[in-house]
């Protein structure tokens, strides 16, 4: 095919992210014509992939700032192949968390040993000296001079030489990229880039994680390690870059995370609470969402200031 030859999105032998990409392109640019949106329906009917693939797409499209309103002014009805590669899936999460993310300034308590908690928000990294922590929704952390205390929640350390954080009865030393959880019962890490170093309180004894594995601890028992698979870790490090991701996930579930971490709450009629989705999605802004599941579900979206109802 000769260079800028003008094809269709929904070519026979493209993939489902090509064509995915080639119909999202096609949204930004107008409103469908009726056979447009006839075969852009057919081609979502054909495979659950494609309406997770598209719902990807979408995502990107969001996040690198090009897509514009779906009905907005009319263009013509083109994709241009050599303009949208297909992207390795680390290339793929590595656009995706391209997206502008809105951060919260966390609450600061106090000045020696301040503590920080943060409500239905991803807090703004806080620097130290030896790196950043980014805390989780409904978290509280404790900053001294000289080491770090995760209270309860969740957070993200970005550590070079020097980082100490502390979880219930464990010291952590992390060079590089850890996802640090906290509950009454239990503390879990996970290294997603570098190492991280721990051990007990009163012990000598050090464990060191590599990337891409997880120790969760409970009281005395023996800790449990694991290794994670590359979609796993994608997963769990999506929420400090202002991503979600779900895979098959209902809407029920999916709601309940937007409303986590948004004022604007999403609201799903019980006729849709138990259909499933894939998809890369902004954290931050649920009315994306709920305009790409009403796409895909063929559904109707109701919505003010304070909410979003989707049936």
Wanted: aromatic share 6%; net charge positive; proline share 5%.
């Amino acid at each position: 095919m000769r260079r800028g030859a003008r094809v269709s999105p929904t070519l026979a032998n493209a993939s489902p992210e090509e064509a995915a990409a080639g119909w999202t392109a096609r949204l930004d640019k107008g409103p469908l014509s009726t056979g447009e949106q006839q075969a852009f329906q057919h081609w979502l009917d054909q495979d659950i992939r494609h309406k997770g693939a598209f719902l990807r797409a979408k995502a990107i499209w969001h996040a690198s700032g090009r897509l514009g309103a779906l009905q907005g002014p009319k263009g013509p009805a083109i994709a241009h192949p050599e303009r949208l590669p297909t992207l390795p899936r680390r290339r793929f999460f590595a656009a995706a968390a391209a997206a502008v993310v809105l951060l919260a300034a966390p609450k600061r308590q106090g000045k020696a040993n301040s503590l920080y908690t943060t409500n239905n928000a991803v807090s703004a990294p806080l620097n130290t000296a030896f790196g950043t922590i980014t805390l989780d929704c409904f978290s509280r952390l404790k900053m001294g001079l000289e080491s770090n205390r995760l209270v309860n929640g969740r957070c993200c350390v970005q550590g070079r030489t020097g980082m100490i954080m502390k979880a219930g009865d464990f010291i952590f030393a992390p060079h590089g990229r850890m996802l640090l959880s906290c509950t009454p019962t239990q503390v879990m890490a996970t290294t997603v880039s570098g190492t991280v170093r721990l051990r007990r309180h009163h012990s000598d004894e050090w464990w060191t994680l590599t990337s891409g594995a997880q120790i969760t601890l409970r009281g005395d028992l023996p800790p449990e390690i694991r290794s994670l698979l590359p979609e796993e870790l994608d997963s769990q490090n999506a929420w400090s870059i202002g991503r979600l991701e779900v895979h098959d996930e209902s809407m029920a579930s999916i709601a309940n995370t937007f409303n986590r971490y948004n004022q604007r709450q999403l609201h799903v009629a019980p006729a849709l609470a138990n259909r499933r989705l894939t998809g890369v999605f902004s954290l931050n802004h649920p009315e994306e969402f709920a305009s790409a599941a009403r796409t895909i579900l063929g559904a109707r979206l109701t919505e003010n200031t304070q909410s979003l109802l989707l049936y």
